[in-house]
């Protein structure tokens, strides 16, 4: 009797674990939808769904209001006695038009979008797999909100709301990317990102500065990576993808791989791509200023001046990229979780292909220009506890330290000195963030961040006649920069439909340098420089929506950006008889910006996003004449140059709109479309006015979808304005290399468009085939600011087997 009660226990126990385990679906196709979200408020938790769709919920036991969303479904929200009638399987259903969104880069943790005053933007992984992006730069201008700038093949500087550079932040799984030698200039660190090892990327749209500090002016991409998944059974969960992808303007080879493996406490991901990229080509229709006519070799030690075969093939652009990432989770309660990542992403050398194509006495003025490898290497360990009660609900402890080096290479045309640049930064970074609720009404999101950047800086000089080498001068003096903050975000939910959310940040800043390296070579009056200082930023705003299907947000926030080693330190050469010297007396700089959004849903049909903003930047770093012991010009690399310095010179206002449209024209047939607009401009010397360089023309997306039976078919437009020689800056205008010729003779960047397919098709559950048409028209066109011509009519095929 015994035996058999106990056997009959041990079942129901058996079943109730299983019965535990939720288990998510797509209602049309029964397909598993992994990376839905179940999160619940009391007790306070976020889990997410395996490849299986599956998620152990037993966490959640007793609560009364779980919300199960997944981005494009409806979301259901239902108690842990409902999912338990149900026998914890759901079936969502795709939703025509919805406002609600889960978005984690506010606060840095889950929150609905419409419980946030800010504009954020979601690229989604559905949205990665058919967009199918060469890089993550790539992927965030698909999303027709971010606007792209490329000097290179191996580049991509994002433009967002008329900032861009060291005015931007990237956020990496919650951890800061930007080190103290992110540049004014345009710069490419985003390619270090793996595309397909990227889960789900963010954009926070305006100053950021509340949660990530400096920089953070524009605005901040944050990328979740690939996340380990648990087995919500006894047995391991094995899960990958594996993927090859090909494009015909630059004869891309692409391959990738992931690996998953999931135990009940214990799970790791593995991912590996390998990239390889030709030379790019441009398109036959369009301005003959772009074509290139020839490229310099080196033959028996000269420098040759050769016909290209192809003018439209850009030489030299080609580069190869490899990314490894490494993640292990242990969760050995409801409570803990431990995850710890490795990062690793390595370049080839690749050419700065806008300095190949200036000019000096009618021939090519650089015989080389090239960056060296770009390496980045991320160790990152994330710790989260979940309370019932104390000084928090939840707390993320996020150590990370992170390695970078890149350099760059340069010589004259049919000289004999290479300078060779290495740049060297080991940035450290702890962030301790905290969430607490009061009741269901009041959330303090809180916390501590510090973070120190050690720069190593060296120069070397080759005779490439004899490979002879010399010390020569560092582009940074040996630096350290250091920034410790605390933060405080409060959000009050009056109701469900009015929610006031408001923050302030205190953050100090310190820089240290030591030009001593470099005072053989130039005469400065100083040899160490140090600056010390602190930084207040806030934040105030509400949502009112008044239904489900209007939302009206209002926001003021402030932000701001230290100075950091490349505008103290730098020496370098900006424009072809411009030299910039670094400049100890900088000032931290201060964004006032203000923000209006309204979204609206009519009927099941149509939603419409509009979002005005307006940004005043005071104190602004910027590059102006200045002089070197009463000197106002020096010979820099035997050219008599004009001496400039990074300079608190201006104020700079930016304003604009974003607007958004997504129609549902019938079943599986849909049309929505993105349209940005900025105008800027900042003080000049003399106290005119110049159009603002980081301002993008207006740009936009329009795209018609069909999806039906896991067939997903897409046309879609590209488009960007003109930028008129009278509405170039004045940095542009001295670039005019880079640019087309208006009929009088002035550089300008005409308006473009491309015409573009995209298909994915799930051959069988395991089996995806992907392929498109980009640029159908074959348009040759250089996005504004860009040194190098976009690419011409690009036929894509991706192949991916998933297990």
Not at 326 to 348: C, G, L, M, N
Request: a neutral charge.
């Amino acid at each position: 009797m015994n035996r058999i009660f106990f056997t009959c226990w041990y079942c129901c126990m058996v079943l109730l674990a299983h019965a535990q385990v939720l288990t998510v679906k797509d209602q049309e196709s029964g397909l598993p939808l992994e990376n839905a979200t179940v999160s619940s408020e009391n007790p306070k938790i976020l889990l997410s769904t395996n490849a299986k769709g599956q998620a152990e919920i037993r966490a959640l036991n007793g609560a009364e209001k779980i919300e199960i969303r997944y981005f494009g479904y409806k979301t259901l929200v239902q108690s842990y006695a409902e999912l338990a009638e149900a026998q914890f399987m759901l079936a969502l259903i795709p939703s025509n038009i919805s406002l609600d969104q889960v978005v984690i880069s506010a606060t840095r943790w889950n929150q609905n979008r419409r419980d946030i005053p800010s504009k954020v933007s979601i690229i989604s992984s559905r949205d990665m797999v058919l967009q199918n992006p060469q890089t993550a730069a790539d992927l965030l201008g698909a999303s027709g909100e971010v606007f792209i700038q490329k000097s290179q093949q191996g580049g991509g500087s994002p433009m967002i709301r008329g900032f861009s550079t060291n005015r931007l932040l990237y956020a990496i799984d919650g951890v800061r990317m930007n080190t103290a030698i992110f540049r004014s200039g345009n710069i490419q660190n985003v390619i270090s990102l793996d595309p397909f090892a990227t889960e789900r990327t963010e954009v926070f749209f305006g100053p950021g500065s509340i949660i990530y500090g400096s920089d953070a002016i524009g605005g901040v991409m944050s990328f979740e990576t690939l996340s380990p998944k648990f087995s919500s059974d006894e047995n391991p969960l094995i899960t990958g993808k594996a993927l090859s992808r090909f494009s015909s303007a630059n004869d891309e080879k692409t391959a990738h791989f992931d690996l998953n493996v999931g135990w009940k406490k214990w799970a790791l991901v593995s991912s590996f791509s390998s990239f390889d990229f030709d030379d790019l080509q441009m398109g036959r229709f369009g301005p003959k200023t772009y074509l290139r006519p020839f490229y310099v070799q080196r033959q028996n030690n000269t420098d040759i001046v050769v016909t290209n075969e192809d003018p439209l093939v850009q030489r030299p652009t080609g580069y190869k990229q490899i990314n490894l990432m490494q993640k292990i989770r242990f969760q050995p309660s409801d409570s803990w979780d431990f995850q710890y990542a490795f990062h690793y992403s390595s370049t080839s050398d690749y050419s700065r292909y806008d300095r190949h194509i200036r000019l000096r006495n009618g021939l090519p003025r650089s015989g080389e220009f090239y960056y060296g490898p770009q390496a980045w290497m991320m160790n990152h360990l994330n710790i989260t506890h979940t309370a019932k009660k104390g000084l928090y609900d939840q707390m993320t402890i996020r150590l990370a330290h992170q390695f970078f080096e890149e350099s760059r290479v340069d010589r004259d045309l049919n000289r004999t000195e290479r300078r060779i640049r290495v740049e060297k930064v080991a940035a450290t970074s702890a962030n301790f963030d905290f969430l607490k609720s009061f009741g269901t009404k009041h959330k303090l999101f809180y916390g501590l961040e510090g973070v120190i950047d050690e720069v190593e800086s060296t120069g070397t000089n080759v005779d490439v006649s004899n490979n002879k080498e010399t010390v020569g001068p560092s582009r940074y003096p040996q630096s350290t920069w250091s920034s410790y903050a605390a933060y405080l975000n409060y959000q009050w939910k009056a109701s469900d439909k009015f929610v006031l959310q408001t923050g302030l940040r205190y953050n100090n800043f310190a820089l240290n340098a030591d030009f001593s390296n470099n005072l053989a070579f130039y005469p400065f009056p100083f040899s160490t420089a140090e600056l010390k200082d602190g930084a207040i930023t806030g934040s105030l705003g509400f949502v009112i929506n008044p239904s489900d299907k209007l939302s009206i947000s209002a926001n003021a926030s402030t932000g701001f950006r230290s100075p950091n080693v490349d505008d103290v330190g730098k020496v370098f050469d900006s424009t072809p008889g411009s030299v910039v010297i670094p400049n100890p007396d900088l000032e931290a700089e201060y964004a006032y910006n203000f923000e209006l959004g309204i979204a609206k849903v009519f009927g099941e049909v149509l939603k419409i996003d509009l979002t005005g903003f307006y940004t005043t930047l005071e104190n602004a770093m910027v590059r102006r004449n200045y002089t070197l012991n009463g000197q106002s010009q020096i010979d820099y690399n035997g050219t008599l140059s004009q001496v400039q310095a990074i300079q608190n010179a201006a104020v700079a206002n930016v304003y604009g709109f974003q607007a958004g449209l997504e129609l549902k024209i019938a079943k599986g047939l849909s049309f929505s479309s993105q349209f940005n607009l900025q105008e800027g401009e900042e003080e000049l010397d003399n106290g005119e006015k110049s159009p603002s360089r980081h301002a993008a023309p207006w740009f936009g997306i329009s795209r018609l979808t069909y999806v039906a039976n896991g067939l997903n078919l897409q046309f879609y437009a590209q488009y960007s304005g003109e930028v008129s020689y009278e509405n170039l800056s004045d940095e542009g205008r001295a670039t005019d290399y880079i640019y087309a010729i208006d009929a009088k003779g002035r550089p300008y960047s005409p308006s473009w468009y491309t015409l573009n397919f995209k298909a994915l098709y799930p051959i069988n559950e395991r089996l995806t085939l992907t392929a498109g048409v980009e640029n159908l028209s074959d348009q040759r066109y250089r996005p504004y600011s860009s040194g190098i011509v976009a690419p011409g009519r690009n036929v894509i095929l991706a192949l991916s087997v998933n297990f």
